[in-house]
């Protein structure tokens, strides 16, 4: 097998050097493919909030320079000896992992999203093969095991494919996990780059799906999006009309909110999910829980099993992100445009622009 001391080729890429800098040009450097390993030609990278989060040190754990990006959708443009799954010239996708342990139970079971001694994320990570930090999807290529690499049909619009990676896997992975189809009542909470993801697979699994929303202007957007009804969250006589009518909702709000509110909205046995992240605390008056007996619960993203199961499922059923393509000298203005909400819904760098 080829060893990991091996030339290192320098890269395109943009980096943030500090929390408070812009991202900049920056020169990284990948390992050539090793015998399990595809490069990939980085077609469209997807901007995703934890970019943000992540380059300006937000969660307090970045390593510098950081190049962001997870939502990756690419060509084959190298395999190692020993790759069976992929050919040069295959379209392939990388999302928020490039590696786990492979060996505990979670990984074992298909879920390396929550791999026991913790995965190897695709950018701000520890590389088993170098000891060095990962680098993401704001660079020409990257190289990937194959075991972490994802086929991607033709059949989809490749920009607007990049955020199923993260944004997609993230919504699809819940409502797969409880069950949501035909026969549900389901709300979506927030219309927003996760939101509209969820209002899609959710109308796409049968469901009666209620779009949950502070802005009124985003009513003709959410039911030309798949939403069945939308209700104004800051309305209390719009909320009371559904108490204790919901098998499901999905919570895609990372402001801070009253999660109480909709604990209220569930029946018998239902359950919130939480698949956005507020800073701070959402305090939980017990018997919102108790009576009746309600689950509240959360979510991260899919393992890559799920993860392909998701893009095979949008291939078949026409399903992508509703995006903007940015060039890659756009990508700061596009993070100050994320913080005030101004993108529909999300946006995706074009790679040839770097």
């Known amino acids: 097998m080829t060893t990991a001391t091996q030339t290192l080729s320098p890269i395109k890429s943009y980096a943030a050097q500090t929390a408070s800098s812009p991202l900049a040009p920056f020169e990284l450097e990948r390992r050539s493919p090793l015998a399990s390993d595809v490069e990939i030609e980085i077609l469209y990278c997807g901007v995703c909030h934890s970019d943000l989060h992540q380059a300006r040190n937000e969660w307090h754990n970045t390593i510098y320079p950081c190049v962001p990006g997870h939502e990756i959708v690419g060509r084959v443009s190298r395999v190692g000896a020993e790759v069976s799954k992929f050919k040069v ?106 939101g509209h993801m969820g209002v899609k697979f959710a109308h796409a699994f049968g469901a009666h799906v209620v779009l949950f929303t502070t802005s009124p ?100 059923h026409g399903i992508v992100s509703d995006i903007e393509v940015i060039s890659m000298d756009q990508v700061n203005e596009a993070y100050e445009r994320l913080l005030k909400s101004d993108v529909k819904y999300r946006f995706v760098i074009d790679m040839a622009t770097l």
């Open 89 to 194: 010239g295959d379209l392939a996708a990388v999302g928020c992992m490039v590696d786990s342990c492979r060996s505990c139970p979670t990984c074992q079971a298909g879920l390396e999203q929550y791999c026991e001694q913790f995965p190897t994320f695709t950018y701000n990570g520890a590389d088993k093969h170098s000891g060095k930090q990962t680098f993401g999807g704001y660079s020409k290529s990257i190289v990937v095991d194959e075991a972490f690499v994802l086929k991607v049909s033709p059949k989809l619009d490749l920009a607007a494919t990049a955020p199923l990676l993260c944004a997609g896997i993230t919504t699809y992975s819940p409502l797969r996990h409880w069950k949501v189809g035909k026969g549900q009542k389901v709300g979506i909470v927030g219309l927003g780059g996760l």
């Open 217 to 316: 202007g985003k009513k003709e957007d959410a039911l030309r999006l798949g939403a069945d009804e939308v209700v104004v969250s800051r309305n209390p006589d719009e909320m009371k009309q559904h108490l204790g009518s919901f098998d499901f909702i999905l919570d895609c709000v990372s402001a801070d909110h009253d999660i109480n509110e909709y604990l209220n909205l569930l029946k018998l046995d239902g359950t919130v999910t939480l698949v956005g992240a507020p800073e701070k605390p959402l305090p939980v008056a017990a018997f919102n829980l108790l009576l009746p007996r309600r689950q509240l619960a959360g979510s991260a993203i899919g393992g890559i099993a799920e993860t392909q199961e998701m893009l095979d499922f949008c291939a078949d």
